[in-house]
């Protein structure tokens, strides 16, 4: 595009690139400030949404921390990678800019037929094309895990959100009931109620739909997901402990409703079991990222990371030792 062009002029042969504190890299923070505003402004009612989900579900009140923790990765991953060219670095900006009117179209279209989820969506793949059309691959890989963050701002469809609820609130229930019987309650499944045998009657502990876990799953998900984004650690340890939230979300959730059904044996009182109710559910996170955490020392014990330092020393030390080897044992390899 002729106006990025002259917003980011790319640096002739042989001279040093455009500095941050430059007035072209000022003119591009100029132009990169008023496309995100522009981009923001027109996705005002679908963050007005966004808001009002995140207040009124519980399972999507993380939504609230989700913009804050991508600015911070963001921040992080800028800070790490330093990057000092703005200027001239986009030379895919017609790419870009052609993806970025596509997608706006995909979302006019889903405008148009009334799928809002779709259209909401469609916010995320428009901020990696802003980021790619102003900064090329450079910007946007530095930017790439913000952005991929922002999915978990998204509530899941309304098709998908009761097909997910329904059998985690069954495993939730079955799970429940599997630890109490273990715990050596006298207990008894009707469906996703538990019917609890106490000094003070048989009582009823329904786990609802509230009770499910899906909560807890994309508080948890969100939750790891930055952890691992933040905290360097090896690839594969990162896979393992995504793939480790959703029994672990499982568990908690489980934990919850077993400690609220012991309230329900040694509690006399509907307001005293309110409370009680409140409370295990307040310490379910804290017992996730617990959890999350004894899972990071064991994977470390189990497999030792080797500092940068100690791999310095190896490559000093082995061929040392290799030479000293060689010396005892003389030219024929007999010892001398």
């Not at 072209?24 to 966004?50: C, H, I, K, Q, T």
């Not at 922002?150 to 009931?177: E, I, K």
């Not at 509907?270 to 109710?277: C, F, I, Y």
């Amino acid at each position: 595009m002729p106006m990025v062009d002259r917003l980011m002029p790319s640096a002739p042969a042989g001279e040093p690139p455009a500095a941050w504190g430059s007035s072209g890299s000022r003119d591009w923070w100029v132009a990169l400030g008023v496309a995100s505003a522009l981009l923001a402004l027109s996705y005002a009612p679908n963050f007005v949404e966004l808001f009002r989900i995140w207040g009124e579900d519980e399972n999507y009140t993380h939504g609230f921390l989700v913009i804050p923790i991508a600015a911070y990765i963001l921040w992080q991953r800028m800070t790490e990678n330093p990057w000092t060219e703005p200027c001239g670095v986009g030379r895919s900006a017609w790419w870009g800019w052609g993806l970025l009117l596509l997608v706006l179209v995909l979302r006019t279209f889903a405008y148009e037929w009334s799928y809002q989820w779709v259209e909401t969506v469609t916010l995320i793949p428009a901020i990696g094309c802003l980021a790619w059309a102003f900064g090329g691959w450079q910007l946007l890989y530095r930017a790439g895990p913000a952005i991929l963050f922002l999915v978990f701002m998204l509530p899941l469809p309304r098709q998908v959100n009761d097909s997910v609820t329904l059998p985690l609130q069954r495993l939730a229930a079955t799970g429940s009931y599997i630890f109490l019987q273990i715990s050596g309650f006298w207990v008894v499944q009707q469906g996703n109620v538990l019917a609890l045998t106490t000094p003070f009657g048989l009582r009823p502990l329904d786990v609802a739909q509230a009770c499910s876990g899906l909560k807890m799953l994309m508080t948890l998900a969100a939750t790891v997901t930055a952890t691992v984004m933040l905290i360097p650690m090896p690839m594969w340890k990162r896979v393992v402990v995504l793939l480790s939230a959703v029994p672990i979300a499982l568990v908690s959730n489980m934990v919850r409703i077993v400690v609220t059904a012991w309230c329900y044996y040694y509690v006399e009182g509907d307001k005293g079991l309110h409370w009680a109710h409140d409370i295990v559910g307040w310490m379910m996170m804290p017992l996730a990222l617990v959890l999350v955490g004894l899972e990071l020392l064991v994977l470390s014990w189990l497999v030792p990371e080797t500092t940068e330092a100690e791999r310095a020393q190896e490559r000093v030390i082995l061929p040392l030792l290799e030479m000293s080897r060689k010396g005892a044992t003389g030219p024929t390899g007999r010892s001398s």
